[in-house]
Nanobody, 122 residues
Framework: QVQLVESGGGLVQPGGSLRLSCVAS????????MTWYRQAPGKQRELVAR???????HYADSVKGRFTISRDNAKNTVYLQMNTLKAEDTAVYYC????????????????WGQGTQVTISS
């Protein structure tokens, strides 16, 4: 089985920074795409940032220039550095991983973490 666990959320004042981490563990051969999503109260879950196994990145327009996604393949970990935070960044942030579990199993499965709360408020 595979688990994704996020950490690093919290309460920060506007203009502040946070660094989220997501660690994948379990039966993992290779992690392809890792994506951060967020869901604010009363809103749909939205993509925040994505990074491929080739380190190609994609960001939502709302976070470009403020957020940076990165990964450490040796640690099966993806990070989201969030700077210049705004009240509208308040949400539960979820990590998603596209994972091949075994070398003989070509299917890629999608796994989600449980989420970490990020609150931006003065």
């Amino acid at each position: 089985q595979v688990q994704l666990v996020e950490s690093g959320g919290g309460l920060v004042q506007p203009g502040g920074s946070l660094r989220l981490s997501c660690v994948a563990s379990g039966t993992i051969f290779k992690i392809y795409v890792m994506t951060w999503y967020r869901q604010a109260p009363g809103k749909q879950r939205e993509l925040v940032a994505r990074i491929t196994d080739a380190d190609s990145t994609h960001y939502a327009d709302s976070v470009k220039g403020r957020f940076t996604i990165s990964r450490d393949n040796a640690k099966n970990t993806v990070y989201l550095q969030m700077n210049t935070l705004k009240a509208e960044d308040t949400a539960v942030y979820y990590c998603n991983g596209e994972i091949q579990r075994r070398v003989v199993e070509t299917t890629r499965f999608s796994y989600w973490g449980q989420g970490t709360q990020v609150t931006i408020s003065s």
